[in-house]
């Protein structure tokens, strides 16, 4: 049932016949209810609902990392998550249909023009630990040593991530990310990316690498 908020001639809120009323970036807006196609999917169709649900379903797990890394990253009424999604999916997808998988580095949580974590790289020399390290210096001229690490780890094997908003200031040079132990033996990518202390403006996301866990 739509429920009028504005009087007889203004917008409604909800299902009246064939119409539904929604409330989106301050507008009222009212769209047909849309009917499923009775046109079987072409084979390009297929592909790129897959390409899609999957992008979505990788993406979707990464949402607060990614309202933040792409706040600064859409257009005008567009979500910061659909920025991303954007983003990804030229760049983010790869193998053939039905095959597609994540293209990890490809793969972009934050977009922005902070610098990032310069000359970043991962060690791994201790149990359920991955040890990162990067130096100060700022390949944009944009940042401070204020500015705070998001770091990333994803283990493809048991689909786990392992996230950590504000881990370490830059000035800290390093940050050690605790996994669980049962990922010894498994391959994870990494990624990192700074954040203004503020929160209001972020690096482009970096991919590190792939490394075996102890």
Known sequence: MGIQHWGAFGGFQGRAGA???RWKDGKNIISAIPHPSQTPATVAQVNQRAKFGMLVGFLRRMTG???VGFQNARDLGQTAFNAAFQ?????AITGVAPNFTINYPGLMYSKGILSGAYNATVLIDTAATVKLSWTAQLATGIGSAMDMATVVAYNPVKGQFVMLANAAARAALAYNLAVPPD???????????MVRADG?????????GEFTIL
Do not use: C, P
Not at 87 to 91: D, G, H, I, P
């Open 87 to 91: 983003e990804n999916y030229y760049s």
């Open 183 to 193: 990922f010894a033996g498994d391959d994870v990518h990494v990624w990192i990316s």
């Open 19 to 21: 119409l539904v009323g």
């Open 65 to 67: 990392l990614i309202r």
């Open 200 to 208: 209001k403006m972020t690096s482009d996301s970096q991919y590190i």
